[in-house]
């Protein structure tokens, strides 16, 4: 079975310019998850989608970051502006969705590396 | 809201021999789920084993194995007969148990960045 793929895999940009990243989760898995990985530090969740609803994005700073989960497939993450903090690795992840199987793994993509200067 | 420590940034192995990483973790749910994922340089995490909290057995993964103590909040992992392979960042993570029928995100810690000599 094919893996999350994830476009592109390394993007610098200028501070202030916009930025979009693209997610494409294992067929058939309802949920998916973007995480923000800055140097250092474990990923962090950004937000999450069930099907093409958000279930959680509290800690998306929303002034800034959009995503949108069309048809429940494919997923699209934007910056604008981008400030030099957004520098990070931006992983995609997403699990099967089935009742009392939490412990279900995610399966992540190989990430974008982000540069802002 | 729950947190994840390791505390050990980096840790060095001598090919075939056995390292453990720690982990702890702070919560006061009852019903969750305890992770370890590789992260390579090639950035795909990639799951190592896993363990839910209501199982008393340690679970076991090949050379891997953890050390679940629920008391002490304490998860840590231990890689047996260390390959050059196995040299990668290491997170601990923690998810919550079922709720509501929607699986909730992963809280990572920092990890242990894992060196392996031949």
């Known amino acids: 079975e094919a893996g999350v793929a994830q476009s592109p895999r390394y993007k610098i940009i200028e501070k202030r310019q916009s930025v979009a990243f693209w997610c494409n989760p294992i067929?058939?898995?309802?949920?998916l998850y973007w995480y923000q990985q800055i140097l250092g530090q474990g990923p962090k969740l950004l937000i999450q989608?069930?099907?093409?609803?958000?279930?959680?994005d509290s800690q998306l700073p929303k002034d800034r970051f959009s995503a949108e989960r069309l048809k429940g497939v494919d997923s699209t993450l934007k910056i604008q502006p981008a400030k030099l903090e957004d520098s990070a690795v931006y992983l995609c992840?997403?699990?099967?969705?089935?009742?009392?199987?939490?412990?279900?793994?995610?399966?992540f993509g190989p990430g974008t590396r982000l540069t802002v200067t | 809201a729950q947190t994840v420590t390791q505390s050990q940034p980096e840790m060095s192995v001598q090919e075939a021999e056995t390292v453990t990483l720690s982990c702890t973790y702070d919560t006061s749910e009852s019903d969750y789920y305890l992770f370890w994922y590789k992260q390579p340089p090639s950035r795909q995490m990639i799951l190592v084993i896993r363990q839910e909290a209501y199982k008393q057995q340690n679970a076991t993964e090949n050379r891997f194995s953890v050390n679940f103590q629920k008391a002490a909040k304490s998860f840590s992992l231990k890689i047996s007969d260390s390959q050059l392979g196995d040299a990668a960042m290491y997170f601990c993570a923690y998810r919550r148990g079922n709720y509501g029928g929607s699986q909730g995100n992963l809280i990572f810690g920092k990890g242990t960045k894992l060196s392996v000599k031949p």
């Open positions: 989608f069930q099907n093409n609803g958000v279930v959680d």
């Open positions: 067929s058939g898995h309802a949920t």
């Open positions: 992840a997403s699990s099967p969705h089935r009742i009392k199987q939490a412990g279900d793994q995610q399966y």
